[in-house]
T-cell receptor
Framework: DTAVSQTPKYLVTQMGNDKSIKCEQN?????MYWYKQDSKKFLKIMFS???????INETVPNRFSPKSPDKAHLNLHINSLELGDSAVYFC???????????FGSGTRLTVV | AQSVTQLGSHVSVSEGALVLLRCNYS??????LFWYVQYPNQGLQLLLK??????LVKGINGFEAEFKKSETSFHLTKPSAHMSDAAEYFC???????????????FGKGTHLIIQP
């Protein structure tokens, strides 16, 4: 009964490939997010979805595209992967701003 | 724009000693403030949050933090460190009044807490 689950946990792929990371939350939260944690552990928001609407799109390359089939799922698609995309990607969800954010366990993406 | 500064990328304390992790924020409006902990190879776990109620906030695992508006600070403390507290700690801020019905967190760069036996 994991609250926010991401798959896969590890992803190793070659440059130029296209890959997807899936995220699902069973908390009934209204908003979901994707964060990127770089090698220095710095966390930065990439996207958020509220009621299937993109709310935040920080200046990430358009090779990254979030897809939300319903409010319990927010998948991340990445096209033409580059070495610099190697990082840990975290999915998160929140009920509202003041409640805090529940994070998934992360997907470690390694591009070789 | 909001920002968060965590002083000290690494903090080392002895087991049983006081833990103090510093966080200062910059925000044009009174923000919501959070502390998260990340254990190795794991996700982020919420320790505590400030959302404009009591300025002294108690969290899990014996941690607490005090919101000081005059100092724009939200430092995290624990009276007695335990070996299991060794982890990465992140302070984060969000704007309660941002538009669109949702907003994300702006994180500090993290503080790695080392516990010496």
């Amino acid at each position: 009964d994991t609250a926010v689950s991401q798959t896969p946990k590890y992803l190793v792929t070659q440059m130029g490939n296209d890959k997807s990371i899936k995220c699902e939350q069973n908390l009934g939260h209204d908003t979901m997010y994707w964060y990127k944690q770089d090698s220095k552990k710095f966390l930065k928001i990439m996207f958020s979805y509220n009621n299937k609407e993109l709310i935040i799109n920080e200046t990430v390359p358009n090779r990254f595209s979030p897809k939300s089939p319903d409010k319990a799922h927010l998948n991340l698609h990445i096209n033409s992967l580059e070495l610099g995309d190697s990082a840990v990607y975290f999915c998160a969800s929140s009920l509202s701003r003041g409640h805090g954010y529940t994070f998934g366990s992360g997907t470690r993406l390694t591009v070789v | 724009a909001q920002s968060v500064t965590q002083l000290g990328s690494h903090v080392s304390v002895s087991e049983g000693a006081l833990v103090l992790l510093r966080c200062n924020y910059s925000s044009s409006v009174p923000p919501y403030l959070f502390w998260y902990v990340q254990y190795p190879n794991q996700g982020l776990q919420l320790l505590l949050k400030y959302t404009s109620a009591a300025t002294l906030v108690k969290g899990i695992n014996g941690f607490e933090a005090e919101f000081k508006k005059s100092e724009t600070s939200f430092h995290l403390t624990k009276p007695s460190a335990h070996m299991s507290d060794a982890a990465e700690y992140f302070c984060a801020v969000s704007d309660p009044h941002s538009g669109g019905g949702a907003d994300g967190l702006t994180f500090g760069k993290g503080t790695h807490l080392i516990i010496q036996p």
